[in-house]
């Protein structure tokens, strides 16, 4: 997903994230339930992301956006996420 063109991410930044989500990926029990009429489909990812306690929820659905009130984790684009995390890597290949 992250080689989509439309990210236009260079190679060193995939390569990067790759390693860190192999690094650091766990499976999540849901501990909690959150309502979303937003978008029903949206509700499971939210639901990790809490119980998870993750830092933060990569997506390019802008309807996330709407369901920042609901989560302490941070919902960020593709490219907020590199910006933010490893903006290093964005100005290298």
């Known amino acids: 997903m992250i080689q989509r063109p ?3 991410l260079p190679k060193v930044t ?3 994230w790759i ?9 999540i029990q849901p501990t909690i339930t959150l309502d979303f ?4 489909d949206d509700a499971p990812f939210l639901i990790c992301a809490a119980s998870g306690k993750a830092d ?18 941070r919902i960020v684009s ?8 490893a903006p290093q890597t964005l100005t290298r290949e």
């Open 6 to 8: 439309k990210f236009a």
């Open 14 to 16: 995939m390569t990067w």
């Open 19 to 27: 390693e860190l989500l192999t690094a650091d990926t766990r499976v």
């Open 37 to 40: 009429p937003r978008d029903l």
């Open 56 to 73: 933060y929820l990569i997506t390019g659905d802008r309807d996330f956006t709407e369901a920042q009130a609901l989560l302490q984790t």
């Open 78 to 85: 593709v490219r907020q996420f590199a910006e933010t995390i």
